[in-house]
């Protein structure tokens, strides 16, 4: 090829271009709020944008112009779980399925394969195994930021458990609940005076078994964070004045907050994930030093699991609501936004329906609108999954004489797993957006450990 020759612009016009573009700094990035899908796989996203604005639409995540392609496999297994995923976003280490925030050599099982943690969640890690490695929220901290994690999980599940704890296994979660309590003797001394924020559910591994919680030890870890506000009602919550609190945590659920469809239709008290990541911001932006907060839709994995497309593509659909809410209210030249998933699932998108077709409806002809069928005569399904506990029957059921749009309608999967809620993660990649400073280099195909660097470098860590 031959070389192109600029001949219009002086050298003094040339530096001069030069000049004007874009500092691209590291550290210059004073917040970063990171996004976290749980299973929000491609597929996932797809689906929720044509469910809620239509083939021609946009999510609100969409709008964040630069994307990547993330490998997402862990130190010992093709697809992974979220445990060494969202661990290899907020460390740079890949580590092995179960394992929180851990070195590489850091095994979650004996020999035999017995996990290392009791059926209580109590982890019964050895001494010796592996050793804890610094996470992003960590070293935010140690630079006089604030930071905060907030999800729609237990707040003390895998991806929560990842940016503030160590431990072998992840459900270990009553020692990960312990190390988040400042006034805890197991507390994780790295996080300084405490994370400044923690919002989800999970209060039952903060209450002792005689309170209806998990812990074995017989101590009400609420009562261990001093300086904090307590609330565990979306209606108390609302009531929470940011200009006044400065350590918040919220448990608004002895388990997983509800599914946002149901949490509308039956009006739980619990908060919406848009309205946590809001008084979040408000409590954490205070500090002129900047902030790093993780925000977490965590049951669009769980509906998946479960092959109910409609509660996953509802929760997606509400963690994007979180993301629109997050970008009205920093200033993206100094914030920066990424927006990813730590796996995918085996949902896929069927057939050649016509456009404008419901998501959650049967695959049609594109000329004709009528139903396609299988080979056994029978419609089938736009979303079907690769496997799961939800199976074809043979002869199957016409999806013709079912509401497939229906709240708890389960779509038909490929491989019997057996038991509900046992369809797998995917082991494909995933998807990240992102804007703001210091996001240059999220781009092309990454590894997941990779984006620690990219963030870690905007914030001058
Ligand atoms: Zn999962």
């Known amino acids: 090829m031959k070389s192109i020759i600029f001949t219009g612009l002086s050298a003094a016009a040339v530096a001069c271009a030069c000049f004007a573009l874009p500092a691209q700094a590291a550290g210059e990035a004073k917040n970063v709020i990171f996004f976290l899908g749980d ?6 996203v797809t689906a929720s944008r044509i469910y809620k604005y239509g083939e021609t639409g946009k999510l609100n995540m969409e709008s964040l112009k630069r994307t990547a392609r993330v490998k997402t496999y862990s130190n010992d297994a093709q697809t992974t779980d979220s445990a060494p995923s969202m661990s290899a976003y907020m460390t740079g280490v890949k580590m092995n399925n179960e394992v929180i925030s851990m070195s590489a050599d850091t095994k979650a099982s004996d020999s035999t394969g017995k996990a290392y943690v009791t059926s209580a969640g109590d982890s019964t890690c050895p001494g010796g195994n592996g050793t804890p490695v610094a996470t992003v929220l960590e070293l935010a901290k140690a630079a006089g930021k604030s930071v905060g994690a907030v999800t729609t999980t237990r707040a003390t599940h895998a991806t929560p458990a990842a940016t503030y704890s160590h431990v072998c296994h992840r459900d270990g979660e009553n020692n990960i609940a312990a190390q988040a309590a400042p006034g805890n003797a197991a507390y994780n001394t790295a996080l300084k005076d405490g994370l400044d924020v923690l919002l989800g559910g999970g209060r039952r591994q903060f209450l002792p078994s005689a309170a209806g919680g998990k812990r074995t030890d017989g101590v009400d870890l609420t009562t261990q964070f001093p300086g904090y506000t307590y609330v565990t009602t979306g209606t108390a919550l609302k009531t929470v004045d940011p200009a006044a609190t400065n350590k918040l945590l919220g448990l608004f659920n002895m388990d997983h907050l509800n599914y946002e469809l149901d949490r509308v239709k039956s009006n739980i008290d619990e908060p919406s994930l848009a309205d946590m990541t809001e008084k979040a911001i408000r409590i954490l932006q205070k500090n002129g030093n900047g902030y790093f907060l993780m925000v977490e839709g965590g049951r669009i994995d769980h509906a998946l699991h479960g092959t109910n497309a409609k509660r996953a593509l509802e929760d997606t659909i509400a963690f994007d609501d979180a993301i629109k809410r997050a970008l009205s209210m920093v200033d993206l030249s100094n914030t920066m936004i990424v927006v990813t998933a730590d796996h995918d699932h085996t949902m896929t998108i069927n057939g050649y329906s016509h456009r404008g ?26 979303l079907v999954f690769g496997n799961g506990g939800s199976p074809r029957k043979t002869p199957r059921d016409n999806p013709a004489l079912v509401d497939t749009t229906a709240d708890g309608y389960l779509q038909e999967v490929g491989v019997n797993l057996g038991a509900p809620g046992s369809e797998t993660h995917g082991g494909g990649d995933v998807m990240l957006f992102s804007t703001g400073p210091g996001n240059a280099a999220l781009k092309g195909t990454i590894d997941n450990t990779k984006v620690f660097g990219v963030v870690k470098s905007a914030l001058g860590l």
């Open 357 to 382: 077709n419901p998501i959650l409806g049967t695959v049609t002809d594109i000329k004709t609108k009528q139903p396609a069928t299988a080979a056994d005569g029978l419609p089938y399904t736009t």
């Open 39 to 44: 299973g929000m796989g491609p597929t996932t």
